[in-house]
């Protein structure tokens, strides 16, 4: 008799332990996708700083190391280099879990250097295959010049339902041979706060412009096909009314498309700058199909801009297209 209450407490015992079990991978799971680590600042995870967790990924791993990041204001300057590939963070909320910095283009380093646009970076995305959801990511220096709160160089980078902080150079799309996308994700800023050479596709993103300037700055090398495109995105700000230019040409053949996207009062009636560089009208791709809202006004853009048609977008605006044959969904 003994023997039979002993095991059948053994067996509750049991139950309870993979019943918590349970509990817990529900809670720091998203869909389908178990955590490998958990960050949290409190102690009750595997780590305390999300600097640490990305170091504990094994160099050049195969398959995907997830990694769940609890609420918390995490400041830190972040880096995850190109031996860490195939990483996926997880925010428990994306208004509550913010990976944050406040370096700044002019701040000097150690050595009493500037620390110039790429040294100013929040956090930096070297792995290829890197995945992020539900995370904020914040430059917190404020209005005080370029100041990146995301440079992102690894290539299939992937971004969902997160935020992008900051005024002057938000976001830094680093390198010709890296593919980009953003799907539903607040990026937001003033000057050039969306800019660099990657192919990048923003699909149902919010583009938040505060105070005045200039969406984007692409720098697409003439080698490259595509360079950014804004799908079904929601482009204002709380500017003032005609404050904002779509992009301007970092480098001469700048490329940039915004499709089936709904345009704030913030966007200028022309649309597009030159940043002073004539040349750069000959060389440059902006191209719009099916403005909507108060910005939309296709009669008054530049006109050295294009407006395309059906079949233009039909044939050469699918993802995979842009991206090669890669499907980042």
């Known amino acids: 008799m003994k023997k039979i209450l002993l095991s059948g407490l053994i067996i509750l015992l049991l139950n309870s332990v993979f019943a918590k079990a349970s509990i817990l991978d529900t809670r720091y799971s998203n ?22 967790a990305l ?11 997830t990694i769940f990041i609890k609420n918390g204001v995490y400041k830190e300057k972040l880096n995850l280099s190109v031996s860490k590939q195939m990483v996926t963070l997880i925010g428990e909320s994306v208004e509550k879990t ?31 295959q890197f995945t992020a959801k539900n995370i904020t990511f914040q430059n ?30 938000t976001l830094y799309t680093y390198g ?12 937001e800023g003033t000057v050039d706060f969306i800019f660099g050479s990657s192919t990048a596709v923003f699909e149902d993103c919010e583009i938040f412009g505060k105070r005045g300037g200039y969406y984007t700055a692409a720098s697409t090398p003439d080698s490259t096909q595509y360079g950014y495109v804004f799908i079904n995105s929601k482009i204002h700000g709380d500017a003032p009314a005609n404050s904002f230019y779509f992009g301007r040409p970092w480098r001469p053949y700048a490329k940039t498309v915004f499709i089936n996207c709904d345009l704030g009062k913030q966007l200028k009636p022309e649309g597009w700058h030159n940043w ?42 699918t993802l995979e297209k842009i991206f090669k044959g890669w499907m980042p969904k």
């Not at 209005?143 to 992008?164: E, H, I, S, Y």
């Not at 010709?176 to 990026?187: G, N, P």
């Open 55 to 65: 170091n504990a990924v094994p160099d050049f791993r195969r398959v995907t190391t």
């Open 276 to 317: 002073n560089k004539p040349d750069a009208e000959k060389t440059t791709f902006y191209a719009e199909y099916k403005s909507k809202g108060v910005g939309a006004n296709d009669q008054s853009r530049v006109k050295w801009a294009h407006q395309l048609s059906e079949k233009e977008v039909a044939d050469n605006y």
């Open 31 to 52: 869909l389908d996708t178990k955590y490998d680590f958990v960050v949290a600042q409190d102690g009750s995870g595997n780590f305390k700083t999300v600097q640490e």
């Open 176 to 187: 010709y041979a890296s593919r980009q996308y953003y799907y539903q994700c607040y990026i």
């Open 98 to 128: 913010i990976l944050t910095y406040d370096d700044w283009a002019q701040k000097k380093n150690l050595f009493g250097e500037e620390k110039g646009t790429s040294g100013s970076a929040s956090c930096y995305i070297y792995g290829t």
């Open 140 to 169: 917190s220096a404020g209005p005080v010049g370029q100041a990146v709160a995301l440079f992102v160089a690894g290539d299939k980078a992937r971004f969902f339902n997160c935020r992008m902080l900051g005024f002057q150079d």
